[in-house]
């Protein structure tokens, strides 16, 4: 393991998948266990992918506090929750959150919903209830992933998905040409309010997003550089490989 420090973010270079996993779940851990002692609970958001698996099972072998922890999703693909393209399938089953003590705080985004916008809406009423209608939506820890493209979340480049900033939850319509379906998703405002946003990148097709990602530029060509206006602490836990040599 390595640590590179930039003028925004706090970079950690770990040398084997194996590293990754334990750093990544080291980080989300003392997240979770500082938000416990400060404010009583923890609130998660997680996104999908395959990049956050082993992160999210080694997390489950922790001793978490999960009467303690509410999980939510950063985002997720139309569809049914038991799809194997579902960001909640793959997440719960990788975290062990059917387990009864679990299951009663977990908060999936109803992506099989014909009408995503009613959908986005329920989740967002959902976020309103739980955070306080007053107060900003700040999760205490974010996994978040970079795509080839640049995106993070479902917020995609050359769609304007950057720029809404009236609503926490929005309705990603389908992009054929590209092979995306739809999706909900959580906005910048939101990703951008989290205590503690932890990236999480491997393999060298990632050099090239993340260095765009750390460069300035317009956010809808590179939509992960909204975290560069993040509020709190962004960490990029990313492998020798995803790490920019250039």
Not at 8 to 37: K, N, P, Q, W, Y
Not at 103 to 131: I, N, S
Not at 176 to 198: D, M, S
Not at 204 to 226: L, M
Request: charged letters at 25%; glycine letters at 8%.
């Amino acid at each position: 393991m390595s640590e590179v420090s930039t003028a925004r973010f706090e970079v950690t270079v770990a040398e084997s998948e194996a590293e990754h996993a334990a750093l990544g779940a080291e980080i989300v851990a003392r997240a979770i266990d500082a938000a416990v002692r400060a404010r009583g609970s923890a609130r998660v958001a997680l996104s999908g992918g395959s990049t956050p698996g082993p992160v999210y099972r080694r997390l489950a072998q922790m001793a978490l506090p999960l009467d303690r922890i509410d999980w939510f999703w950063v985002d997720e693909r139309a569809g049914d929750p038991s799809s194997p393209r579902s960001n909640f399938r793959a997440a719960r089953a990788d975290l062990g959150l059917d387990r009864a003590d679990a299951a009663a705080r977990v908060h999936r985004m109803e992506a099989e919903d014909p009408d995503l916008a009613a959908a986005a809406a329920r989740y967002e009423a959902l976020l309103r209830r739980t955070f306080g209608v007053a107060s900003a939506v700040a999760f205490d820890v974010m996994t978040l992933g970079i795509g080839d493209d640049g995106h993070t979340a479902s917020l995609f480049p050359a769609t304007g998905a950057t720029a809404i900033d009236d609503r926490l939850v929005a309705a990603i319509g389908a992009q054929p040409a590209k092979g995306l379906e739809a999706r909900l998703t959580l906005t910048a405002p939101v990703l951008c309010e989290a205590r503690t946003v932890l990236f999480l990148a491997r393999g060298a097709g990632k050099q090239r997003p993340i260095a765009s990602a750390w460069s300035e530029g317009p956010e809808d060509e590179v939509p992960a550089r909204v975290l560069l206006r993040a509020q709190g602490r962004v960490v990029w836990l990313v492998d020798r490989d995803a790490y920019p040599t250039g």
